[in-house]
């Protein structure tokens, strides 16, 4: 910050609001600290009776905060993401399509511990939609040496993205239906019209949905023939609980898939089943799927859809923030649900 005469401040930024007074009929800012001064508002200071003003000067190395937050956002976003803003100094980050959002977090750590800068996003690894604000990020002062944006480039360059949207991939999805109560029509099957709205949701298709009794060797075959069919994702519903006569899990199993977790730090959502057959996800669901607006299927599967391989510590990983409060409107912050 440094005191120069008015007549040299064109392209400078304001430090401090600059007052007019008329007698008798006003008292108010002529500028707001911040603003850029121009030619036009030389004549207007010098009527204010500001002979110098306190101004950064950008020719000495410093950034406006408007210019600095477009750096800011432009240096951490990957794929997918658009701007919008300034506003208040502040840039905001959004969502151009529906996918999986990603955020590399130690690096968004390393950004925020670089003096003066400022980037906060909402929950790591779930699902949204086009236009949803994801992120926004500012500068602490109303100008910033352009060294602190260099050192944020640097930082971005070497760790890739640090926010991006990943598309899901339409999917082709096979629906195994396991319990004799459904399989012999004495009850109707709730399971089905959930899923096809939920991967609907997705921007995949339930190709087909096959009902089968509690009989291990009738799911292994149903699953067996979803493969041979060429589907890109399995999901079995159904028996999951560890129940004497629950034997979806024992089923899944015995298709010599490669289990990679049965039970999940997650509630609702403990019994869920993950396991890959001839490289195709095979998804074992538990009932509260079916009556949870938000459960392991939501943390889950659009993971999947954006072709990552989960492993066992991924499963694991979800006990942080794997517990839904049940709120109506499902907005905390630290939940790993997120906004569904």
Do not use: W
Request: charged share 20%.
């Amino acid at each position: 910050m440094k005191a120069i005469p008015v007549e040299q401040s064109v392209g400078t930024v304001l430090c401090h609001d600059i007052t007019r007074i008329v007698v008798g009929e006003s008292k108010g800012p002529a500028f707001r600290r911040g603003h850029v001064v121009t030619d036009g508002d030389i004549q207007t200071l010098l009527d204010i009776g500001k002979a110098n003003i306190y101004v950064f000067d950008p020719k000495d190395g410093y950034v406006h905060e408007d210019d600095a937050a477009f750096r800011l956002a432009g240096a951490a976003a990957g794929k997918n993401i658009t701007f919008t803003g300034p506003s208040e100094g502040k840039v905001t980050l959004e969502a151009s399509i529906d996918g999986l959002l990603s955020i590399n977090t130690d690096a968004l750590t390393d950004m925020n511990c670089i003096k003066d800068v400022t980037f906060a996003t909402i929950h790591n690894l779930q699902f949204v939609k086009k236009g949803r604000a994801l992120a926004g990020t500012r500068v602490i002062p109303l100008a910033v040496p352009e060294e602190i944006l260099f050192e944020v480039e640097s930082l971005c360059e070497k760790s890739g993205p640090v926010i991006e949207v990943k598309p899901l991939k339409a999917a082709r999805v096979g629906v195994v239906t396991t319990g004799s109560e459904v399989y012999t029509g004495r009850i109707k099957d709730g399971f089905g019209p959930v899923l096809k709205r939920k991967f609907a949701e997705l921007g995949s298709t339930v190709a087909n949905q096959v009902f089968v009794s509690d009989e291990i060797d009738m799911t292994v075959s149903a699953i067996h023939s979803f493969v041979e069919q060429g589907v890109d994702l399995i999901a079995v519903t159904g028996g999951m609980s560890v129940d004497p006569d629950d034997q979806t899990p024992s089923a899944i199993r015995a298709t010599s898939a490669e289990v990679i977790s049965y039970g999940a730090p997650t509630y609702p959502g403990a019994m869920f089943m993950l396991a890959y057959l001839a490289g195709i996800p095979v998804v074992g669901l538990p009932g509260c799927v079916m009556y949870h607006k938000a459960s392991i299927f939501d943390l889950v599967v659009p993971r999947i859809l954006a072709g990552e391989k989960l492993s066992r510590r991924d499963i694991v990983a979800f006990g942080h923030g794997g517990f839904c409060e049940g709120c109506e409107t499902c907005r905390y912050p630290v939940c790993g649900f997120g906004k569904i």
